[in-house]
């Protein structure tokens, strides 16, 4: 089955510490991103890469880094620079006519 | 820029009333747009989508959607909700012809059904 995979499920995290999310996908699609959701402020786009090799700040990078060395993978690496990381942080894909996402099961990221 | 407004945060109802939840866009060009559904404990998952043609276009589980161009809208209806709806919604947009492809999400209607 083509699907997105995101791991862990679940990550604590001690402050000052870089903590690195996984998102994997076989769905062949170009384009990947990563979107912060925290309750009563929707999706916000941390991340988005439309090629390998290639990758574009969204509206709050500050703090997040990410690489795209191959098409089936888009690590985000939340940095001891990000002030308040404790958030669902969710991986899409989307295929080249823009037709929509589809959305990994996400990672719940806490710090203690 | 685009952005996309959810006027509704939290809206609860009985099983079999309506249902309608409002979305506004603004963006100055031809838009597709989107709602998903997050189920308790779930990932966000397609409903329904419109690209062109009707305006009307009809989703899962008995969800339409009615884009009204002249109004920058896209509300999301069903005539009789049940408690399985429980969930909360998503209105998304993005720019046809953007280079981006980025969806912008509205903040999100918790919808909450009583039996």
């Known amino acids: 089955d083509g699907g997105i995979t995101q791991s862990p499920k679940y990550l604590f995290r001690k402050e000052g510490q870089n903590v690195t999310l996984s998102c994997e996908q076989n769905?062949?699609?170009?384009?990947m991103y990563w979107y912060r959701q925290d309750p009563g402020q929707g999706l916000r786009l941390i991340y988005y890469?439309?090629?390998?090799?290639?990758?574009q700040k969204g509206d709050i990078a500050e703090g997040y880094s990410v690489s795209r060395e191959k098409k089936e993978s888009f690590p985000l690496t939340v940095t001891s620079a990000q002030k308040n990381p404790t958030a669902f942080y969710l991986c899409a894909t989307q295929p080249e006519d823009w037709a929509g996402y589809t959305f990994g099961s996400g990672t719940r990221l806490t710090v203690v | 820029a685009q952005s996309v407004s959810q006027h509704n945060h939290h809206v609860i109802l009985s099983e079999a009333a309506s249902l309608e939840l409002g979305c506004n866009y603004s963006?100055?060009?031809?838009?597709?747009l989107f709602w998903y559904v997050q189920y308790p404990g779930q990932h966000l998952q397609l409903l329904l989508k419109y690209f062109s043609g009707d305006p009307l276009v009809k989703g899962i589980k008995g969800f339409e959607a009615e884009f009204i161009k002249s109004k920058f809208s896209f509300n999301l209806r069903k005539p009789s909700v049940q408690w399985s709806d429980t969930a909360e919604y998503f209105c998304a947009v993005n720019g046809r012809g953007s280079t981006l492809g980025r969806l912008y999400f509205g903040r999100g209607t918790q919808l909450t059904v009583w039996p």
């Open positions: 963006y100055g060009g031809t838009v597709n």
């Open positions: 769905l062949n699609h170009d384009a």
């Open positions: 890469s439309q090629i390998v090799n290639d990758f």
